[in-house]
């Protein structure tokens, strides 16, 4: 009926790492099935057989000509292209799904999800109207403003996205890549989603918890964050959560007031999942590490 959907693009190990321990926590906090879409010009095989361990189902596509080997596209990051992030469009064609969810892999699962897929689709966590940013309210798409501005910024965050899987939808999709690419569009797959669609609704923030304004949101709403977050996103470039474990950053934050509520939410992680999963996790990280 409903499903998770991790896309993968690229043979870089520590996304590997990173989608395995968010499938564990998705596993943990969800009945429905977890998706692994993978791109077939460049996913190592060994990927695919580690994450059939954690996944329900693993679906290849081929992205050649759409996003992968594109080379008129300036890309915002240096180490990957992010065109590929338009890449969710696949997650369209999965229509034995009454709707998806599209989850990156710099996620914390803090409570059961299930509930997500009580909202309306399409929806994304935006930033038009900060202050309903807790309601699943409806936005009209001026499609062309956002187009014309994709260059500089984005007004939604496209860590997740529900969706209802479509082909028409898959298609639309197909054509507007031309347009990202022709706009140079710095976060492609949200503006993707954006001029796909007419009208969109926000995801409320409890399920795109975007790590740098936790604080400035709790004491906005006057809500307990502990309580209140169902996903937090760890949105950096590259200091995720594995890294602030593992490179011992955790105790900087424990003692500053402004990161007070990532420190607990990353010591939860910590606890249930990195110190259980380490070992093996960092063994199969290992193995990928020579084949690449």
């Not at 500089?152 to 997740?160: Q, T």
């Not at 790590?211 to 949105?235: G, T």
């Not at 950053?249 to 402004?258: A, F, H, M």
């Not at 509520?261 to 607990?264: I, N």
């Given at each position: 009926?409903?499903?998770?959907?991790?896309?993968?693009?690229?043979?870089?190990?520590?996304?590997?790492?990173?989608?395995?321990?968010?499938?564990?926590?998705?596993?943990?906090?969800?009945?429905?099935?977890i998706v692994y879409l993978y791109s077939i010009n460049d996913?190592?095989?060994?990927?695919?057989?580690v994450m059939k361990k954690y996944c329900t189902k693993t679906i290849p596509f081929n992205d050649k000509g759409i996003t992968y080997d594109i080379k008129n596209f300036k890309s915002l990051?240096?180490?990957f292209n992010t065109l590929r992030t338009c890449d969710f469009l696949f997650a369209y064609q999965l229509t034995e799904y009454k709707k998806v969810c599209v989850i990156e892999s710099d996620m914390i699962i803090l409570q059961n999800i299930d509930d997500i897929?009580?909202?309306?689709?399409?929806s994304v966590l935006t930033y038009y109207n900060v202050s309903k940013i807790l309601d699943n309210y409806k936005i009209n798409i001026n499609i062309s403003k956002d187009l014309d501005e994709c260059?500089?910024?984005?007004?939604?965050?496209?860590?997740?996205?529900?969706?209802?899987?479509?082909l028409t939808k898959y298609n639309l999709c197909l054509k507007n890549i031309k347009k990202i690419i022709e706009n140079n569009c710095i976060y492609p797959n949200e503006t993707l989603l954006l001029i796909s669609n007419k009208t969109i609704y926000n995801l409320p923030f409890k399920y795109n918890?975007?790590?740098?304004?936790?604080?400035?949101?709790?004491?906005?709403?006057?809500?307990?964050?502990?309580?209140?977050?169902?996903?937090?996103?760890?949105?950096?470039?590259?200091?995720?959560h594995i890294n602030i474990i593992r490179d011992n950053?955790?105790?900087?934050?424990?003692?500053?007031?402004?990161k007070k509520?990532?420190?607990?939410f990353i010591t939860l992680f910590k606890t249930k999942y990195f110190d259980k999963m380490n070992k093996n996790v960092s063994n199969i990280i290992g193995k990928s590490n020579s084949l690449v």
């Open positions: 009926m409903y499903a998770f959907v991790i896309v993968h693009f690229g043979n870089k190990p520590k996304y590997l790492e990173l989608e395995i321990y968010v499938s564990k926590m998705i596993r943990d906090h969800t009945k429905y099935d996913t190592p095989n060994y990927f695919v057989e990051y240096q180490h897929f009580e909202l309306k689709t399409p260059s500089k910024h984005s007004n939604i965050n496209g860590g997740i996205m529900l969706i209802k899987p479509s918890g975007v790590q740098f304004v936790l604080n400035k949101y709790s004491s906005m709403f006057k809500i307990d964050m502990k309580k209140y977050l169902s996903i937090l996103h760890m949105n950096a470039k590259e200091h995720k950053w955790l105790n900087k934050l424990k003692y500053n007031n402004n509520l990532l420190y607990f």
